[in-house]
């Protein structure tokens, strides 16, 4: 049986520090608190831990510019989870 596509959102805009970029994550990919807060930990979560399929869409803006290549960086990790795992699809939301 094919399971729903879950939606999720990660909106950044309101994120001024790194710790609070990953409370974001956590919360609204649904993954636990245990779960690390670097790149590795958020490649093992949305390839083994978080519910798929999904969506992800994802908004690039920052409260604070200096964390705008962080943000890349998680969005390269769900761009690069996308293609090597499948069952993920990321969107950029302008």
């Given amino acids: 049986m094919k399971r729903e596509t879950r939606k ?4 950044f805009s309101e994120c001024s520090t790194w710790g609070e970029i990953y ?19 958020l490649w093992d979560a949305v390839t083994g831990m978080m ?7 994802v908004s690039k803006k920052v409260k604070n510019n200096s964390l705008a290549a962080d943000v890349q960086q998680i969005i390269s990790v769900l761009y690069e989870a996308e ?3 499948g069952k993920i699809k990321v969107v950029e939301k302008k």
């Fill in 83 to 85: 293609e090597k795992y």
């Fill in 51 to 57: 519910y798929t399929p999904a969506q992800i869409t």
């Fill in 8 to 11: 999720f959102e990660l909106d």
């Fill in 23 to 41: 409370r974001e994550i956590k919360k609204k990919l649904e993954l636990p608190d245990w779960c690390g807060e670097n790149l590795d930990a």
